[in-house]
C-alpha cells in the first residue's frame, strides 16, 4: 500500500535551517510528484511547492521563493523539503503529499492522493 | 484563483445531513477536490474532479458543482465525519486551497 512516512519533529532557532524528509513506499517513486503542504497551529492548509521525482523540476510559493529548496533521492524513493532563515511564522506542521501524477502540465494530475503523517516543525529562541 | 468555503463552521447532529460550499473566484471547471482533515491527522482526499469519490470513501459524501460554485454534502452524518473539510482547485498552477469549514457536533 502507498505510504509517506515523513521525518521526526524538529526545534529550530530563528535563523536557521531545517531538512524534512518524506520517503515513499507501495508505488513507483519517480512516477508521481510530491508536494510539501504546511500548516500552522490552528490555521489552513498553504501549499509550498512541487518536485517531480522524475526529472527534478520544481515549481515553490512565491512567498517562500530563496528561501526553500525541494530535493528528491531516487535510490531511496525520499523526498525532502528544506527551509532556511526560520523565523516563528514558520512554525507549523509541514506534510508532503502524493500527486495523482508525475507532472503539473496534466490538470487531472494535481489532486493529492495521499500524504505524509506530518513533521511539526517549532520554531523558538 | 482565491477559494472561499462557507460556513465557517457548521454544527450539526448525527444523522443530519451537511451541505458545505465552496467558491471560487473565477470558473475553475469541474477540477475541484474535497480533503478532510481530523485533528492531528493528515489531510484525506475525499473527491475530485467536483464529484468523483476517492477509493474507499463511503456514499454518504457527495459533490457537485462547476465553474465557481461547489458543493460537498454528507447525507447522514456519521460520528467520524467531525471534522474540517477543505476545497482545493487544481484547474490554475498553482492550486490553491480554501479556508476550510469545521463541521462539528450539535
Known amino acids: 500500500q502507498v505510504q509517506l512516512v515523513q521525518s521526526g519533529g524538529e526545534m529550530k532557532k530563528p535563523g536557521a535551517s531545517v531538512q524534512v524528509s518524506c520517503t515513499a513506499s507501495g508505488y513507483r517513486f519517480n512516477s508521481y510528484g510530491i508536494n510539501w503542504v504546511r500548516q500552522a497551529p490552528g490555521q489552513g492548509l498553504e501549499w509550498m511547492g512541487w518536485?517531480?521525482?522524475?526529472?527534478?523540476?520544481?515549481y515553490y510559493a512565491q512567498k517562500l521563493q530563496g528561501r526553500v529548496t525541494m530535493t528528491t533521492d531516487k535510490s531511496t524513493s525520499t523526498a525532502y523539503m528544506e527551509l532556511r532563515r526560520l523565523t516563528s511564522d514558520d512554525t507549523a506542521v509541514y506534510y508532503c503529499a502524493r500527486q495523482t501524477g508525475v507532472d503539473v502540465v496534466v490538470v487531472a494530475a494535481r489532486v493529492f492522493d495521499y500524504w505524509g503523517q506530518g513533521t511539526l516543525v517549532t520554531v523558538s529562541s | 484563483i482565491v477559494m472561499t468555503q462557507s460556513p465557517a463552521t457548521l454544527s450539526v447532529s448525527p444523522g443530519e445531513r451537511a451541505t458545505l460550499s465552496c467558491r471560487a473566484s473565477q470558473s475553475v471547471g469541474s477540477n475541484l477536490a474535497w480533503y478532510q482533515q481530523k485533528p492531528g491527522q493528515a489531510p484525506r482526499l475525499l473527491i475530485s474532479?467536483?464529484?468523483t469519490r476517492a477509493t474507499g470513501i463511503p456514499a454518504r459524501f457527495s459533490g457537485s458543482g462547476s465553474g465557481t460554485e461547489f458543493t460537498l454534502t454528507i447525507s447522514s452524518v456519521q460520528s467520524e465525519d467531525f471534522a474540517v473539510y477543505y476545497c482545493?482547485?487544481?484547474?490554475?498552477?498553482?492550486?490553491?486551497f480554501g479556508p476550510g469549514t469545521k463541521a462539528d457536533i450539535k
Open positions: 482545493q482547485q487544481y484547474n490554475n498552477w498553482p492550486q490553491t
Open positions: 518536485i517531480s521525482p522524475y526529472n527534478g523540476n520544481t
Open positions: 474532479g467536483a464529484s
